[in-house]
């Protein structure tokens, strides 16, 4: 039988990680979690006790993770889940950036650990073939003109099973790369990749962040469809403005599209 | 003696009120407590159980109201404290344009009610002769792309004294007025020409409100000075942006501020 060099049973050693880790900001605290409800409930909680800048809460497996718009997010053993505490000296509408920088942040990971494309699928979803790898979940706490702070809970599937009823939309960089991959690779990768996109974010270098995320799309120029509250508007993909927005050209000009679930034509 | 027609006492009769209230949304539930730590505060718990848009949390009394910053906000018996919630379907950025909506609202009442020319002072004071009459403060909790709710914290200085240190810096309507003036009028005022100001929101005509904030503001064209984290700027003001920062014209060109302190010059 051939030895596994990665177990799927691998453990977090968080002294080691620590300790390795080149970053100046992100992961210099990590709380780890055989098990917990949600990595941002307790973030949160964290936070109101006063936690640094940086702090990381992750998880071998989350009860009761969630998705965008309350949806249960499946955290099974064998994935990467966890959370990112932020204090942004930045404006509420610079919270689709920290996704974007985020999102950034993954799909470099995954390129660098494992060697596959993972596409950015806006506004915060990883895809691999067309198939949800990860999802990227940013929680703000903000006055009007503030963010107070930020919560960003990260699940990937890694080496996990991906449900039955799940298959046709999702998949794990196990399953697309037919080998066990190392979780604390990719962990250290996005801790790494984050503090250096986090630091453009706050030196208000937008249109680096800005390229680096269109160089991870796949739909520049291309005709896709968005849905929100049961609307539902064609147009082709020119980019992404300032705050994150999607800009399409639709058959009633330029349009711009804050949030809503896209699908490629 | 003279008979006193608005006692500084005057209670809240929330039925009446209610019931007289001509608004779509705002204040069809209103929250009425003698005493309590902070409206915000409670609108928060009332928001994790559920309660509808619009509902109101009102006090005769705060004992740890807060403004801006966290800075305790003095809220003895005789002022006018309360909060709203909202569930706008509306990104992370319109928390400054709800803030401006709550500030215009304030100023009308103010001037429905006592004929008073209130002025605000960006972002969130309102001033009757350069001294702070009321204060408003705008709580987000968003995901990058979508509010999911705001609480919005009103105070105003109406009977109530003013503490000695700051009588040169604060004042209130009765000061101001030389008589006493009626809280639940003021109220009732506020909460009907906000019904109508967030609706102008929620349909994205930013510019009837841009255009009513500028209406009541005295330093268009004027130089100001404004201080953050220590930096401090000088400029003549030339307006808002649809985002609701302040465009400076200064020695550096046009400039646009997110968040300061700002002063007349």
């Known amino acids: 039988m051939e030895k596994k060099l990665i177990p799927e049973n691998e453990l977090f050693d968080i002294e080691k990680i620590t300790?390795?880790?080149?970053?100046?900001?992100i992961g210099?605290?990590?709380?780890?979690?055989?098990?917990?409800?949600?990595?941002?409930?307790y973030a949160k909680k964290l936070i109101k006790e006063f936690t640094d800048e940086g702090t990381i809460v992750v998880a071998d497996v989350q009860t009761q993770g969630r998705g965008r718009k309350n949806r249960l997010w499946h955290s099974p053993f064998g994935g990467l889940w966890f959370s990112i505490i932020l204090y942004p000296d930045l404006p509420p509408e610079s919270g689709m950036l920290i996704t974007m920088a985020v999102s950034i942040s993954v799909a470099q990971a995954i390129k660098e650990t494992t060697g596959m494309n993972a596409k950015i699928k806006w506004p915060n979803d990883l895809l691999i073939r067309n198939k949800k790898v990860s999802g990227i979940l940013t929680e703000l706490d903000a006055s009007s003109y503030k963010i107070n702070y930020a919560i960003i809970g990260i699940g990937i599937n890694v080496n996990n099973k991906i449900n039955d009823e799940l298959k046709t939309i999702a998949c794990s960089l196990?399953?697309?790369?037919?080998?066990?991959?190392?979780r604390i690779k990719i962990f250290i990768s996005i801790l790494e990749n984050f503090d250096?996109?986090?630091?453009?974010?706050?030196n208000k270098d937008l249109d680096f962040i800005k390229k680096t995320w269109?160089?991870?799309?796949?739909?520049?120029?291309?005709?896709?469809?968005?849905?929100?509250?049961?609307?539902?508007?064609?147009?082709?993909?020119?980019?992404?403005?300032d705050l994150g927005h999607l800009i399409l050209d639709t058959k009633f000009g330029e349009i711009k599209i804050i949030t809503g679930d896209i699908k490629y034509l």
Do not use: A, M, P, W
């Open 174 to 182: 196990k399953q697309e790369n037919n080998k066990d991959i190392s």
């Open 28 to 41: 210099k605290k990590i709380h780890y979690f055989k098990k917990i409800s949600s990595t941002n409930s």
């Open 19 to 25: 300790k390795n880790l080149r970053s100046k900001i």
């Open 196 to 202: 250096f996109y986090y630091d453009k974010l706050k």
């Open 214 to 241: 269109l160089s991870f799309t796949n739909i520049l120029n291309k005709k896709i469809q968005v849905t929100e509250n049961k609307k539902v508007i064609e147009g082709v993909f020119l980019g992404i403005n």
